[in-house]
């Protein structure tokens, strides 16, 4: 039998059609109600969307929401996609999407070097420029890239951190984000660097990954507690990850006995540092970082630059800048927060 | 002339049967292994029983878990299946955060009810569905595992509940202890005594088991099914939302992603813990102690130097060695049962 | 005698079937699903704004080949009556042994054919634990996706494997020359058509058919139910296998959480499609008309900057709605049955 006759059929593909139809309409007449228009701004289509490793991270809403001041200050449209996971192919979808929208710019913290790589080439084919911050992927599918500062000197003020608070002895653990990121494993080859060179007593036992999650990253650091009794510290280079780990240890028997630093946002651990579960731990201004990769963007739209080493641009309050070696633009140092200077901020 | 002395057993035989009995049932089985796991385990790192932190932590991060395998047995007992737990518990756990924050100064019971209440509407969803459209509760709560975790990614949006925005006497809940023992934990406790109670020594509990033997018997008995279906639904609705409740206590930020993949260790610990996937035996103290083993030996991995990603293997392994010990035991019975009724009929 | 002749002829011309062609073709549940595609695709091209574009047809069938292909072996399992949860634990697992493989030397080539031969492993585990040990499927199959994703994601930690051959990876996304149809599909098309002369035109398939309906009946008519089965899940790893090498070389990583919640998607689109859950009834062209609704409406919401998390409530919705609908119109169709048992207007009808 080809087809299956039965007699509630009518009613039934009646019923149906009803209800596609229904769905269908309601949800493309949302959407037709909502379609983004895309490059409304004279010639240049100023478009940018912000693709950045995963939504409810702090630290991206900060660096988007820089990155959003930019973009009304020069006129052009503002959005932000991203997965609910830092997983590399979440991304993909996302930046096809874009592709298919015909946006202007992209802006992109990549979840790998390579994985994304494909998609966003062809992204550049169809004439969309793409700009890396915050993690890079490999230097020939972005035209830019943003650094917040050298992965050098973040990976050198963590270890520094580290080893004054224990005493530059002992065994420390790494609590990072996830496994494929460009710039934790970047920062996490030169610690490790760093520590073999010059602080010999000190101890690496185990990388774990919290996936920028924040429940897990929690687990985690009960389970690090728990499988090395002689722990003295732990650093974690993500601001989900050091949150996570200091929410944990404000309630645990190790608060004040295994030190905690690394990466993280002055609003998130301020509480922390106050009643002495952290002492001190770096970061940048991510605010910055987003509305330089903005003015950045823009600059690439409107073929001011072309991403090459030497071109200079304009980046609204913070000043010129010059991309260096490798299409990339350094945006200053890390900073150092502790309960000094810690009431001084807000984000 | 033959006295009609009643054949009674002995006192001493009696106890010798209960003996054997509970030695034999699979919850004594369990309870063994949950043993030997911490044995072993604190034999390699004594900090994982003996610490502050590790008997808490011990007690206490099962405890979400066991809450939602109490319900997940109610349903499964039934002969259905609820995969749509996780996302309740996210759902929950968010409008907690939000419920907290839009009404400051709100009494903690308030939103307890209201997070109970709240899962029990989701299940009460889910529920009507399937009893009153008879249709398999596996394909709608996959739907409504679907459907729910997008509600909340939406409301959500890119949000995030922070420690911050609860209240601090909240948060102390989740590691406040009585004694010992952590607060959550004897909630968990009290809510599995009741469960067992209920499904042991009330009509309700124990028309759910017949429901789940043989749903067509009980119909023509005149049990009402899709009643005791329903509340079976929305028992599990409704623990899932009070493990939501407790999850924003535990771990302070909520993000869209709470409770994702828990239906799956709520389903493997109700099975690992002798509750027949195909309904009608099983109790909720199996269920419980099921999720006490599948969280004890999560955490027992790291310290035993396996890597935490063996966690899911362990789960799937352990689930199926409990259905196919479950089939074998099913098999030698019905043989057992056969032979003697061959044998009376010598 | 002519009259009576006449009158014999006349009382004994009867028709074939109950109603005309027309109505037999155009009122099925697989007309409604093409019906409601069709509906969606124009009403997307005209409000959706970059819609009606041949990139977008590109994109749309590169992201929804893993289903289609998954959705070809699970409509014949479950028209058995079984269900097979594990299929993206098996895209995960396959994923992984091609990255590890090719991580550890070994050419592409034979790392996919391990794959594959994983898959049918996995697909066979499946098969002896629910025919031979006969465990229910959805029991089974729960335990294999907790144990194939784990095994998944033990094996590579969540590290993703991403360096491959070029020419593969674009292989992977390459399109028929001149047209924007991605190159895959003729490997979909290929196996849809064995799939569906499978299922439609064999004794294998009928056997399929009388599976669902009735397993005790089957038995008595001499199919090998146990064999049936055993095959079909077998089916099922080694087509989910293959859409885990195509998954991987068209992201270009290979992960252990790859193609996490798959499943639903494609059970969903099966029941869309037509298939009843209960067994005994579906058509492959019904169920290829499922997964092209789900995906474009996928598609065109997310052009339309609607957030992926609305189209899985959708998506979810559809599922609930596609299986309830039947039971109403069933309940409805009883009601309406008046006492004697004759349904009002119609002569004796086939059940479908």
Redesign the interface.
């Known amino acids: 039998m080809l087809f299956h006759t039965s007699t509630r059929s009518t009613r039934r593909a009646g019923a149906f059609a009803a209800l596609a139809v229904t769905v269908a309409l309601v949800a493309t007449g949302c959407a037709a109600g909502e379609a983004t228009p895309g490059g409304t701004g004279g010639d240049a289509n100023l478009a940018i969307t912000f693709v950045p490793k995963n939504l409810g991270n702090a630290y991206f809403d900060t660096s988007d929401a820089g990155g959003k001041e930019a973009i009304e200050e020069f006129g052009g449209t503002y959005d932000e996609q991203a997965p609910a996971e830092g997983s590399p192919d979440g991304q993909v979808s996302f930046i096809n999407t874009l592709t298919q929208q015909q946006v202007g710019g992209l802006v992109v913290s990549a979840n790998d070097p390579t994985a994304i790589c494909d998609a966003i080439n062809e992204a550049r084919e169809a004439g969309i420029k793409v700009v890396t911050f915050d993690s890079d992927t490999s230097p020939e599918c972005r035209d830019l890239f943003i650094n917040q500062a050298t992965a050098e000197g973040i990976a050198k003020i963590q270890v520094d951190l580290i080893a004054e608070q224990i005493g530059d002895e002992g065994e420390i653990a790494i609590l990072s984000a996830t496994a494929n990121a460009t710039n934790q494993n970047a920062w996490i080859e030169l610690m490790k660097t760093d520590l073999a060179a010059n602080h010999p007593k000190i101890k690496l036992v185990e990388v774990v990954y919290g996936d920028d999650d924040d429940q897990t990253s929690f687990d985690k650091t009960a389970a690090l507690l728990q499988t090395y009794p002689n722990l003295k510290g732990i650093v974690s280079p993500t601001t989900v990850g050091i949150a996570a780990a200091a929410r944990y240890l404000q309630t645990s028997d190790f608060k004040g006995k295994v030190q905690l630093t690394g990466l993280g946002t002055p609003n998130q651990l301020r509480d922390y540092v106050e009643d002495g579960t952290v002492t001190a731990f770096a970061l940048w201004n991510p605010a910055d970082l987003g509305y330089l990769a903005a003015y950045a963007t823009k600059a690439l739209i409107e073929g001011d630059i072309t991403g090459k080493e030497g071109d200079e641009f304009e980046a609204g309050k913070l000043g010129k800048y010059k991309v260096g070696e490798n299409g990339s633009v350094l945006l200053g140092d890390p900073y150092t927060f502790n309960a000094e200077n810690i009431a001084d901020f807000n984000f | 002339m033959t006295s009609l002395t009643l054949d009674r057993e002995s006192v001493g035989t009696r106890v010798l049967h209960g003996l054997g009995g509970f030695l034999r049932a699979r919850e004594t089985g369990i309870l063994l292994a949950l043993i030997l796991v911490i044995v072993i385990t604190t034999a390699k ?1 004594p ?2 029983l003996f ?4 008997f808490r ?1 011990l007690l206490l ?1 099962p405890s979400l878990v066991m809450l939602l395998a109490v319900g997940q047995a109610v349903v499964i007992i039934t002969r259905n ?1 609820d995969l749509s737990v996780g996302s309740t518990l996210g759902l929950t756990a968010y409008m907690t955060g939000r419920v907290f924050i839009d009404f400051p100064g709100i009494p903690i019971i308030v939103v307890f009810l209201v997070g109970i209440l709240f899962g029990a509407l989701l299940g009460l969803v889910n529920g009507a ?1 399937i009893a009153f ?4 509760a ?3 709560t ?13 409301w ?5 509940i ?3 925005d609860l209240p601090k006497d909240f948060l102390a809940l ?2 406040a202890r009585l004694g010992p023992i952590p607060v959550l934990t004897i909630i968990a406790v009290i809510v599995l005594i009741a469960a067992g109670w209920y499904l042991r020594n009330q009509r309700g509990g124990r028309e759910l088991y017949a429901i789940g033997s043989d749903p067509a018997a009980a119909n023509l008995y005149g049990l009402k099914v899709t009643r005791r279906v329903l509340v079976a639904f929305v028992v599990s609705g409704s623990l899932a939302g009070l493990a939501g409740v407790l999850y924003a206590a535990r ?3 909520v ?4 409770g994702s993949g828990w239906e ?1 260790d709520a ?2 610990a109700a ?1 690992i813990g002798g509750v027949a ?2 309904g009608g035996s099983g109790s909720v103290w199996g269920a419980a102690i099921g999720a006490y083993l599948l969280l004890t030996i999560n ?1 027992a991995l ?2 035993l130097g396996v ?11 352990l ?2 060695g409990a ?2 010990l479950d ?1 074998v035991l099913a098999l030698r019975t019905t043989k057992k049962l056969a032979e003697a009724r061959d044998n009376d009929n010598d | 005698m002519t009259e009576l002749t006449a009158n014999t002829a006349v009382m004994r011309t009867y028709k074939e079937y109950a109603r005309p062609l027309w109505q037999r073709i155009l009122f099925t549940r697989e007309a409604a699903v093409y019906g409601a595609l069709i509906l969606v695709i124009i009403v997307a091209s005209a409000t959706v704004r970059n819609f009606a574009t041949p990139i977008t047809l590109n994109y749309l069938l590169l992201d929804i080949t893993p289903i289609l292909l998954i959705a070809l072996p699970m409509t014949l399992v479950i028209i058995t009556g079984e269900i097979d949860l594990s299929v993206a634990s098996i895209v995960g697992l396959s994923s992984v042994t091609l990255g590890t493989l090719h991580q550890g030397g070994l050419p592409i080539e034979a790392a996919g054919l391990a794959a594959l031969v994983v898959g049918a492993v996995a697909g066979a585990v499946n098969g002896f634990l629910i025919t031979v040990v006969g465990l229910p499927s959805l029991a089974v199959t729960i335990g294999t996706l907790a144990l194939y994703r784990g095994l998944a994601v033990g094996l590579l930690g969540t590290t993703a494997v991403t360096q491959y051959t070029e020419f593969w990876k674009d292989l992977a996304k390459s399109k028929i020359a001149g047209t924007t149809i991605p190159s895959v599909m003729i490997l979909f098309v290929v196996l849809a058509l064995v799939f569906a002369i499978l299922l439609h035109f064999t004794a294998f398939g009928r056997g399929v058919f009388a599976i669902g309906l009735s397993p005790e009946a089957a038995r008595f008519s001499g199919i090998s139910v146990e064999r049936t089965k055993f095959i079909l899940f077998v089916l099922s790893g080694v087509v989910s296998a293959l859409a885990g090498i195509y998954y991987t070389l068209r992201f270009g990583s290979a992960r252990g959480d790859n193609a996490t919640g798959l499943e639903l998607s494609v059970i969903a689109a099966v029941l869309l499609g037509g298939v009843s859950i209960f067994g005994g009834r579906g058509a492959l062209h019904g169920v290829i008309a499922g997964v092209l609704l789900i995906g474009t409406l996928g598609s065109a919401l997310r052009l339309a900057s609607i957030t992926s998390d609305v189209i899985n409530i959708i998506t979810g919705a559809l599922l609930v709605a596609s299986v309830v609908s039947t039971s109403v119109l069933a309940w409805v169709r009883r009601k309406r049955i008046r006492p004697g048992g004759k349904k009002p207007g119609s002569a004796a009808d086939t059940k479908g």
């Open positions: 790192n900090n994982f610490s502050n932190d590790g932590d991060t299946v569905l459209a008879k249709v398999p596996l394909v709608i996959l739907g409504t595992l679907y459907a729910y975790r997008g509600i909340n990614v939406l959500t949006g890119s949000d995030r922070n420690a911050s989740g590691t771990y302070g930020t993000n869209s992603q709470a799956l389903v493997g099975v996937i195909f955490r790291p310290i890597q935490d990603f063996w966690q899911r293997a362990v789960v799937g392994v689930i199926i259905i196919v089939r």
